[in-house]
């Protein structure tokens, strides 16, 4: 092995004032690997993460490429030798076999899965329950401020999935190589190329919406079929000698659609579809989820507590926060923690019936809003399903959709506490914490209105003590968290899939029924708008090896 060859490196964990120029960044690397600046050709920036702690740092991850002439015989210690250039492109597949592939869902996973196929040639239909974006805007708009519901096109269900009407948060923890290659997707249909560095990493609602359109152009350049309004009623399953086939779908209006395979990309608030499932016998069991209200503070109090006195500084983003809880131990162990923070956002409304309300935030792209929402949400077992006592569908098809009635009947309880019209039901913080009913609530940014109520009438007491007791850990992490300003908004339950889906760990198929594939959040696989796209990537790759053979 030539040792001279080490020219371009990945340098990690370089702390910058956040008020320092490149220059600084520069001579950060070089020192780390030993050289002069001028040995540096170029610094490209992988990866650039705020440090809030004292006085604010940028820690960035950069690739190194050294001056001509200039390499360094053994690598120092902590530094990598970078990926040569091209290494880390997606497979090319051509597939031999001429089959046509159903995509159940428009969101991160569904668009994502028929993607890869399309662009391989392979027959694909992208079928939605909802409407697209131009559509479903309006939908939403008067979802918010009439609070007039459709149950088709809302802000779970159409044209970008549930994650359009959101903050549009790309950070994920999968430690996989499409990540780059999703980031790099949605670049290239018009996304900011600060993604592709940014430690947290988000779009914004504003953007989410241009770019769905983007994605839905490109999908059709590619010859994929996409159909909203396409709501799937049922799965054709067949046997064929003794195994269960998917075959196809049925339309609502009763139009069939033969295919070859089908990909289950509907999200997690695909109930029909989950009933559909349970009464077809596809495998699947409860899982845990998490369940809570939404949580919403004055942005500048978030400054103030997370940067301190640099609170006011023009160059720093409107701050964020991650808090997290354990109560008890072993298998009694529950999680309390901050899920889906939205600096400068917005409450939502994202109940998907006429007899529950569900709350979500979202941000727009600049996070220049004045108030700062975040889910606080409790861990729920399946063992805690029954918590309620009898609810509807609680011990339907053998208790498989217990979790999905949990979340229903706290729907329920959160709209009957704000008194119908979707109006939700609110209590300060500070009441919460201290066991009181809220009498008087300020106006908030849930548009619908909200009503003073006693929140721990919309779940059982594990959830509502859990939560209690996890403020108190809050207010010592985050000190002036727990106030009289702040407000709790009832529910959010629809954090991730009441259920898994089973299937095959190498060819991704469902356990029980050949050729379909239970993809994405919905089916229990991914968690926000990049591990699920991931997941259809991989479900996608799976058809097209199976197709190239």
């Not at 239909?125 to 519901?149: A, C």
């Not at 790309?170 to 018009?190: F, K, P, Q, S």
């Not at 592709?196 to 990493?201: E, N, T």
């Not at 029954?386 to 609810?391: E, L, S």
Request: proline share 5%; charged share 25%; glycine share 12%.
């Amino acid at each position: 092995m030539n040792e001279s060859k080490f020219k371009r490196l990945h340098v990690g964990d370089l702390r910058v004032d956040f008020q320092a120029d490149g220059s600084e960044l520069l001579a950060q690397a070089a020192k780390k690997l030993g050289v002069s600046p001028e040995a540096i050709a170029e610094v490209e920036v992988l990866k650039q993460s705020l440090d809030a702690r004292g006085r604010p740092r940028y820690v960035y991850n950069v690739e190194v490429a050294l001056a001509e002439g200039k390499a360094l015989k053994r690598l120092p210690a902590g530094i990598k030798e970078a990926p040569a250039p091209g290494s880390l492109a997606p497979r090319r597949f051509q597939p031999r076999k001429k089959e046509r592939v159903i995509v159940i869902g428009a969101g991160p996973a569904g668009l994502f899965c028929a993607h890869r196929l399309a662009d391989s040639g392979v027959d694909t239909i992208l079928l939605d329950r909802g409407q697209p974006v131009e559509v479903r805007g309006r939908d939403v708009s008067k979802l918010m401020h009439r609070g007039e519901l459709k149950e088709d096109s809302n802000i779970c269900f159409g044209e970008g999935g549930a994650g359009t009407w959101s903050d549009g948060k790309l950070y994920t923890r999968v430690n996989d190589v499409r990540v780059r290659h999703v980031l790099e997707t949605i670049v290239a249909l018009g996304g900011p190329e600060e993604i592709l560095i940014k430690g947290k990493p988000h779009l914004g609602t504003d953007r989410l919406v241009a770019l769905c359109k983007s994605f839905r152009a490109h999908l059709l350049e590619e010859g994929c079929q996409v159909r909203f309004g396409a709501f799937v009623r049922e799965l054709i399953v067949r046997d064929e000698g003794g195994e269960r086939v998917v075959k196809g779908v049925v339309l609502r209006d009763g139009e069939r659609i033969e295919a070859d395979r089908v990909v289950l990309a509907v999200g997690h608030s695909a109930r029909e579809m989950y009933r559909h499932l349970a009464e077809q016998k596809v495998s699947m069991a409860p899982k845990p989820f998490a369940v809570g209200f939404r949580v919403e503070h004055r942005q500048e109090l978030i400054n103030q507590i997370q940067y301190g006195k640099y609170a006011d500084h023009p160059d720093l983003p409107a701050a964020d926060y991650r808090l997290a809880e354990n109560l008890g131990k072993g298998e009694q162990r529950r999680g309390i923690y901050s899920f889906c923070m939205c600096p400068g956002g917005q409450v939502v409304p994202s109940h998907t019936l006429p007899d529950g309300i569900c709350v979500n935030g979202m941000s727009h792209a600049s996070r220049k809003g004045h108030w700062a929402n975040s889910a606080l949400v409790v861990s729920v077992r399946p063992e805690d399903f029954g918590a309620f006592g009898p609810v509807p569908e609680l011990d339907d098809y053998d208790g498989l959709l217990a979790g999905m009635a949990f979340q229903h009947e706290a729907e329920r309880r959160a709209y009957q506490l704000g008194g119908g019209g979707f109006v939700a039901p609110a209590q300060r913080v500070s009441d919460f914490k201290a066991g009181q009913a809220s009498t008087t609530v300020r106006k908030t940014t849930y548009k619908t209105g909200i009503a003073a109520a006693d929140l721990a009438g919309c779940y059982p007491d594990f959830v509502i003590e859990s939560l209690r007791v996890a403020l108190d850990g809050f207010e010592r992490r985050m000190r002036g968290f727990v106030n009289e300003d702040a407000l709790l908004i009832g529910v959010e339950t629809r954090t991730s899939a009441p259920v898994q889906i089973d299937r095959d760990p190498v060819t991704y198929q469902s356990s029980s029924v050949a050729r379909l594939y239970p993809c994405g959040e919905g089916s229990g696989y991914g968690g926000g708008i990049v591990s699920a796209a991931i997941d259809g990537l991989r479900v996608a790759e799976t058809i097209l090896e199976t197709l190239s053979v």
